[in-house]
């Protein structure tokens, strides 16, 4: 059995944040084309999502040195000026429809949001990205879904953004965020009740 020294530990501390967002997002875009390859497309993942963050959040939250290196993006609340309109599909219906479109992707690294509905929060049930210029491109339109009407319909929230995975810095910063025109584009794609 192999004992993990301190300096092992050190060393895999002292890594550049930046050079390990850029490792973290080539793995990440290697395991999923590996898995489109192996499905034909590229799961939406929001169960894991569901399930992980949360818990990440958690633990950020009991252990001060793992929380600092947690960014706070994990269960926020979507915003008014996202709403982009209702579909009369179940959320199930959305996704599988978002899956066969072309260039539209699972969004796997995107936080956790929901909607407050009175007292309650109603978690997203779906994250995607619609990017034009295919899986790489920089720019994206986020897309959440969340239930309405007992899950008969869906929600679609949107915004246009800088893609996490080729511009991760920037996105994480917001920078060109636009809600405004990440509606426009949704409603332009779907036929929703606004």
């Given at each position: 059995m192999k004992v993990v020294t301190a300096t092992a530990i050190d060393t895999v501390s002292s890594i550049d944040p930046q050079t390990?967002?850029?490792?973290?997002?080539?793995?990440?875009?290697?395991?999923?084309?590996?898995?489109?390859?192996?499905?034909?497309?590229?799961?939406?993942?929001?169960?894991?999502?569901?399930?992980?963050?949360?818990?990440?959040?958690?633990?950020?939250?009991?252990?001060?040195?793992?929380?600092?290196?947690?960014?706070?993006?994990?269960?926020?609340?979507?915003?008014?000026e996202e709403f982009a309109g209702v579909l009369d599909a179940t959320p199930a219906e959305v996704r599988a429809q978002l899956r066969d479109r072309a260039r539209w992707y699972g969004a796997p690294l995107a936080s956790i949001q929901y909607e407050q509905v009175d007292d309650d929060r109603v978690y997203e049930v779906g994250s995607y990205a619609y990017r034009e210029q295919g899986p790489l491109g920089e720019w994206q339109i986020h897309v959440r879904?969340?239930?309405r009407d007992g899950g008969r319909k869906t929600a679609l929230w949107a915004h246009r953004e800088k893609s996490p995975w080729r511009r991760p810095?920037?996105?994480?910063?917001?920078?060109?965020?636009?809600?405004?025109?990440?509606?426009?584009?949704?409603?332009?794609?779907?036929d929703v009740d606004s």
């Open positions: 390990a967002a850029v490792a973290g997002t080539a793995i990440g875009v290697v395991v999923l084309f590996g898995l489109q390859h192996h499905y034909g497309h590229i799961p939406s993942l929001w169960r894991l999502r569901r399930l992980a963050l949360p818990l990440v959040a958690g633990v950020a939250k009991t252990d001060t040195e793992i929380g600092d290196a947690i960014p706070e993006k994990t269960r926020l609340p979507l915003q008014e879904l969340t239930p810095v920037e996105h994480y910063n917001a920078e060109g965020w636009s809600a405004e025109e990440g509606v426009a584009v949704v409603r332009d794609h779907f």
